[in-house]
């Protein structure tokens, strides 16, 4: 059964949900249902809000055995990219919010993070450590523009020589290059680089307002060319809909001047399970039984399994099957190997006016 609309009167145009259910925290939801007025209302588009949120901290630990870091710092809550599959759709139940539409229209905005961060950075007690960027929300989505948030969030980690890892697919980073590619030559950064098709016309329909397959490969191509190290993560890969082009993409990926790649199976937890199959159902009606029954075939029957051996790869012949091809094409194309990790020795707080400058 399809998800009912939040609205009759509301115009989806480049959203990914079709539907605001109410989070899994919440005691009642709302229902449309006519009043029986046989009246016309005019047609309106579903706008993004954007609120502001002022956090007492922003680097948070994370302490899952399968990830290969141990912090974040998201600048966002919510996205504007609206890709329909995204695991962070269910954080915006903590908000009160829907993992639906308002997951992608009633975003949060963290102006006074970059301060917040300076202030955990000097802390005496702080061990230095790779920050990750974008685990949740993409840093880089529209608002970045009027925010410049993740800016000058760089613009401190760069001060204080700190490492960092960032995972986007907006092609605003390259506004970031100057600071990027300083990063780079002190071997600092590293940046994963999303790309889940290179089917312009899925992608439109999958990921709304994320720019197109061809434009992260520019992405790539000019974060490369700044000397930055780049890793295409072929992530999701999605049973019968993106997994056939796992090849193709990692080779135009390495054209464009990828050094090392990474994929995950798709994840479904809570809401995005419901969403998912929604949207399946709507835009790609005759391959949706077939999407699923492969995905619940990795996931052990379910829609997905959260265990932390499995979640990120799946079991079972086909995910065996697709870690085996990655592996022959990573090995074909010179990408079966991690980026260097970044270099924590040089981590100090900045120079201040008046300090003695050191002779080395």
């Not at 912090?71 to 609206?82: D, I, L, P, S």
Request: net charge positive; aromatic share 6%; with cysteine.
């Amino acid at each position: 059964m399809p998800l009912p609309p939040p609205d009759p009167f509301l115009r989806l145009k480049a959203r990914g949900a079709a539907s605001n259910a109410a989070g899994r925290f919440e005691p009642y939801a709302r229902v449309v249902e006519s009043d029986g007025w046989d009246i016309p209302e005019e047609e309106r588009a579903a706008r993004t809000e954007v609120s502001e949120e002022r956090p007492r901290s922003v680097i948070n630990a994370v302490t899952s055995p399968d990830l290969n870091f141990d912090r974040t710092v998201n600048a966002y809550r919510g996205c504007e990219h609206g890709c329909i599959y995204c695991y962070a759709r269910p954080s915006h139940g903590y908000l009160g919010l829907s993992a639906g539409l308002d997951f992608e229209t009633k975003l949060v905005a963290r102006p006074t993070a970059p301060e917040v961060l300076k202030r955990e950075l000097g802390r005496k007690s702080y061990k230095v450590a790779p920050i990750a960027i974008g685990t949740n929300t993409d840093p880089y989505q529209p608002i970045e523009q009027r925010y410049r948030i993740t800016r000058r969030m760089l613009e401190v980690l760069s001060a204080w020589n700190h490492p960092v890892t960032i995972i986007t697919r907006g092609a605003l980073i390259e506004r970031d290059l100057d600071i990027l590619g300083d990063m780079a030559r002190r071997h600092l950064v590293q940046v994963g680089v999303s790309v889940t098709t290179l089917d312009a016309r899925l992608a439109r329909r999958m990921e709304p307002r994320a720019p197109t397959p061809e434009r992260r490969l520019a992405m790539i191509r000019a974060l490369a060319g700044a000397g930055v190290p780049v890793r295409v993560m072929v992530a999701p890969v999605i049973p019968v809909l993106t997994e056939p082009e796992l090849e193709r993409i990692l080779a135009a990926a390495k054209e464009a001047g990828a050094t090392a790649a990474s994929w995950i199976l798709l994840r479904l937890p809570h809401e995005v399970a419901e969403l998912f199959r929604d949207w399946l159902a709507r835009a790609e009606p005759g391959k949706a039984k077939h999407v699923m029954n492969r995905l619940r075939e990795m996931r052990g029957g379910k829609d997905y399994d959260p265990d932390w051996d499995r979640r990120m790869r799946g079991e079972g012949l086909h995910a065996d099957l697709i870690a085996r091809r990655f592996a022959i094409a990573t090995n074909r194309l010179g990408l079966a190997h991690d980026l260097p990790a970044p270099d924590c020795s040089a981590f100090a707080p900045p120079a201040r006016p008046g300090d003695q400058l050191s002779l080395f």
